[in-house]
């Protein structure tokens, strides 16, 4: 008997829409047929949804240890699991920060049995863990090394050129980064006008962010290294990366390609603020060029929760970041509907690519013997963002009272359905990724 079976979807394999039944057994995708005549203690009709792969989020900041009145494994893990979202990244600039090996033990312990969605987790690069960073290749659940170059939230910041060298030297993962040049925001702490939130793109520029990710792929490219350089935002880097492909690529925000300045700062002030920040029409221009050419790699929300009473501190006491996991994948099938990208291009960005970039085993893809890991969708459902639906501790998106169209209406994983209609059900069993 089989554990579940998912029919008369429209289901994403090899590039196509294929009407077809997908029979799974201890968690994993056991047949794929025209239709599956077998009993199953569950069945889930698909009839006028799509059925893709697991969509995979490489970034959010789930805030344990550390801020856990803002966000923990657990609720962060809810909100993925509402928004589809199967997977996650997790990254290490929490308190204390996850850069040593016993630190990274007590994160998997954390989230043992409380994360609905599967999960990794980033290990933080320091001036002085360069000898740790070279044996990360077996550590279990570990999907790469982070790499603060400019100074964001926490304290994982490595700066100086030779510091940066040393984490690429010494890496045995892949180096996701957070790329501004913290020389540049220091002498440009000047430009912060006081009370004005328009003024933080000018502090954060554009030189800031080209100078540095000039440097990373200087670096990376010097010793054979894999950078994966996180939220780009200005339209140098788009120019420059897509020159430099093979060991480098790049991530781009729902955010940065749904909002532009100075609208968004008009509307929603420092809920607007993160970083590197939101810019003006021209660069968001820029970055869609990137999607429709293929040149990016991945879509990341960079979830990023901060509490109302501290995002509503006057400029720049606010703290930078925006929740985003919950909507990464309404958001971006918005824009599928709207015609700027195609559904394929969206599952490349947001399956596929994060499994052959990371190594992640048994995801990204529908085929058998894989993970029984899927995010179901209604292409044709309308849905407005709401504060009061949002699962982050926080409360609020920057995306409340937008409509969008297109939406995950059930996430499962291991072949156990976590959400149906917006409800979130059974426990949390989500499991450590495989690389």
Same mark, same amino acid.
């Given at each position: 008997?089989?554990?579940?079976?998912?029919?008369?979807?429209?289901?994403?394999?090899?590039?196509?829409?294929?009407?077809? /039944? %997908?029979?799974?057994?201890?968690?994993?995708? &056991?047949?794929?047929?025209?239709? %599956?005549?077998?009993?199953?203690?569950?069945?889930?009709?698909?009839?006028?949804?799509?059925?893709?792969?697991?969509?995979?989020?490489?970034?959010?900041?789930?805030?344990?240890?550390?801020? @856990?009145? @803002? &966000?923990?494994?657990?609720?962060?893990?809810?909100?993925?699991? +509402?928004?589809?979202?199967? !997977?996650?990244? &997790?990254?290490?600039?929490?308190?204390?920060?996850? /850069?040593?090996?016993?630190?990274?033990?007590?994160?998997?312990?954390?989230?043992?049995?409380?994360?609905?969605?599967?999960?990794?987790?980033?290990?933080?690069?320091?001036?002085?863990?360069?000898?740790?960073?070279?044996?990360?290749?077996?550590?279990?659940?570990?999907?790469?090394?982070?790499?603060?170059? #400019?100074?964001?939230?926490?304290?994982?910041?490595?700066?100086?050129?030779?510091?940066?060298?040393?984490?690429?030297?010494?890496?045995?993962?892949?180096?996701?980064?957070?790329?501004? $040049?913290?020389?540049?925001?220091?002498?440009?702490?000047?430009?912060?006008?006081?009370?004005?939130?328009? /003024?933080?793109?000018?502090?954060? /520029?554009?030189?800031?962010?080209?100078?540095?990710? =000039? =440097? %990373?792929?200087?670096?990376?490219? =010097?010793?054979?290294?894999?950078?994966?350089?996180?939220?780009?935002?200005?339209?140098?880097?788009? $120019?420059?990366?897509?020159?430099?492909?093979?060991?480098? @690529?790049?991530?781009?925000?729902?955010?940065?390609? @749904?909002?532009?300045?100075?609208?968004?700062?008009?509307?929603?002030?420092?809920?607007?603020?993160?970083?590197?920040?939101?810019?003006?029409?021209?660069?968001?221009?820029?970055?869609?060029? +990137?999607?429709?050419?293929?040149?990016?790699?991945?879509?990341?929300?960079?979830? +990023?929760?901060?509490?109302?009473?501290?995002?509503?501190?006057?400029?720049?006491?606010?703290?930078?970041?925006?929740? !985003?996991?919950?909507?990464?994948?309404?958001?971006?099938?918005?824009? *599928?509907?709207?015609?700027?990208?195609?559904?394929?291009?969206?599952?490349?960005?947001?399956?596929?690519?994060?499994?052959?970039?990371?190594?992640?085993?048994?995801?990204?893809?529908?085929?058998? #013997?894989? $993970?029984?890991?899927?995010?179901?969708? $209604?292409?044709?459902?309308?849905?407005?963002?709401?504060?009061?639906?949002?699962?982050?501790?926080?409360?609020?998106?920057?995306?409340?009272?937008?409509?969008?169209?297109?939406?995950?209406?059930?996430?499962?994983?291991? !072949?156990?359905?976590?959400?149906?209609?917006?409800?979130?059900? !059974?426990?949390?069993?989500?499991?450590?990724? *495989?690389?």
């Amino acid at each position: 008997m089989l554990d579940l079976i998912i029919k008369n979807g429209s289901c994403f394999i090899d590039g196509n829409l294929q009407k077809l /039944s %997908i029979g799974i057994s201890k968690g994993k995708i &056991e047949r794929i047929e025209n239709n %599956i005549e077998e009993e199953s203690r569950n069945i889930f009709d698909g009839e006028g949804l799509i059925v893709l792969p697991g969509c995979i989020d490489t970034q959010v900041h789930f805030r344990e240890p550390g801020s @856990t009145d @803002t &966000e923990d494994l657990y609720s962060g893990s809810r909100a993925a699991i +509402a928004g589809g979202i199967t !997977g996650v990244f &997790e990254m290490p600039n929490t308190n204390p920060p996850t /850069s040593t090996k016993t630190e990274f033990q007590r994160k998997l312990d954390l989230a043992k049995n409380r994360m609905y969605c599967n999960y990794a987790f980033y290990f933080g690069a320091t001036a002085n863990n360069a000898i740790e960073l070279s044996d990360l290749k077996n550590l279990e659940g570990c999907c790469g090394i982070k790499l603060f170059a #400019g100074s964001s939230t926490g304290n994982l910041l490595v700066a100086d050129e030779k510091d940066i060298e040393k984490v690429f030297q010494s890496s045995s993962k892949v180096v996701a980064v957070h790329s501004e $040049d913290e020389e540049i925001l220091n002498n440009n702490k000047k430009l912060i006008k006081n009370g004005d939130v328009h /003024s933080h793109p000018i502090w954060r /520029s554009d030189e800031c962010a080209i100078s540095s990710t =000039r =440097r %990373i792929v200087k670096i990376a490219e =010097r010793y054979n290294k894999k950078a994966h350089i996180l939220h780009i935002t200005t339209k140098q880097e788009i $120019d420059f990366l897509s020159q430099h492909k093979g060991n480098i @690529t790049f991530e781009i925000t729902p955010q940065h390609l @749904t909002i532009f300045a100075p609208d968004c700062y008009d509307k929603i002030g420092t809920y607007a603020q993160m970083n590197p920040p939101i810019r003006d029409k021209s660069h968001y221009d820029k970055l869609w060029y +990137a999607v429709k050419n293929n040149f990016n790699d991945t879509i990341g929300s960079d979830h +990023a929760p901060h509490l109302k009473k501290n995002k509503e501190k006057e400029y720049p006491n606010s703290p930078s970041g925006m929740p !985003g996991v919950q909507t990464l994948m309404t958001v971006m099938l918005n824009h *599928v509907n709207d015609g700027k990208l195609s559904l394929n291009q969206l599952i490349n960005l947001v399956c596929e690519n994060p499994v052959k970039i990371f190594g992640i085993k048994n995801k990204g893809f529908i085929k058998e #013997g894989f $993970d029984a890991d899927f995010t179901i969708v $209604d292409m044709n459902k309308t849905i407005e963002i709401k504060n009061e639906n949002i699962e982050s501790k926080c409360g609020w998106s920057p995306f409340h009272g937008f409509k969008f169209k297109g939406t995950p209406v059930a996430t499962i994983v291991g !072949g156990n359905i976590k959400m149906k209609d917006g409800e979130i059900i !059974g426990d949390p069993e989500g499991k450590p990724l *495989v690389f």
